[in-house]
């Protein structure tokens, strides 16, 4: 019975680990997204994205009039940080600033808009407080 209980503890710490495991971690490495057959690349500097920090972030590979971005948690209601980006010739730069909190790790979605059209491309990251 404790080799069975033991087992399904096991499975269930390592299935969630790997849930909450990111696809690419931009804290790391500049990361490059397949879109509806397009290869976008997202990096951002300073590296490790922190708190209270500003953050430029750089996306290449995207054609679109007026690009828009739309950062918020997954994990609480942290509001809705809206990035402006400017083209600067095959790719665009925009600047962000999040807030701290108490949370050790919490994980944030930026969705790409083109001007108010949603773009169904996003990426996930992590900001360590």
Same mark, same amino acid.
């Given at each position: 019975?404790?080799?069975?209980?033991?087992?399904? /503890?096991?499975?269930?710490?390592?299935?969630? &680990?790997? @849930?909450?495991?990111?696809?690419? $971690?931009? +804290?790391?490495?500049?990361?490059?997204?397949?879109?509806?057959?397009?290869?976008?690349?997202?990096?951002?500097?300073?590296?490790?994205?922190?708190?209270?920090?500003?953050?430029?972030?750089? /996306?290449?590979?995207?054609?679109?009039?007026? &690009?828009? @971005?739309?950062?918020?948690?997954? $994990?609480? +209601?942290?509001?809705?940080?809206?990035?402006?980006?400017?083209?600067?010739?095959?790719?665009?730069?925009?600047?962000?600033?999040?807030?701290?909190?108490?949370?050790?790790?919490?994980?944030?979605?930026?969705?790409?808009?083109?001007?108010?059209?949603?773009?169904?491309?996003?990426?996930?990251?992590?900001?360590?407080?």
């Amino acid at each position: 019975m404790k080799k069975y209980f033991l087992a399904v /503890i096991l499975s269930v710490f390592l299935s969630t &680990l790997l @849930a909450n495991t990111l696809k690419c $971690d931009l +804290n790391k490495e500049d990361c490059i997204l397949n879109a509806n057959g397009t290869k976008i690349s997202f990096s951002i500097y300073p590296k490790p994205i922190m708190p209270m920090v500003p953050t430029s972030i750089k /996306i290449s590979g995207l054609e679109v009039k007026n &690009l828009k @971005a739309k950062i918020y948690s997954l $994990d609480m +209601n942290m509001g809705i940080f809206n990035v402006e980006f400017k083209k600067m010739g095959s790719f665009y730069v925009g600047n962000f600033t999040l807030n701290a909190c108490s949370m050790g790790v919490m994980r944030y979605r930026l969705e790409l808009f083109d001007d108010e059209k949603d773009l169904n491309i996003f990426i996930d990251f992590d900001l360590r407080g």
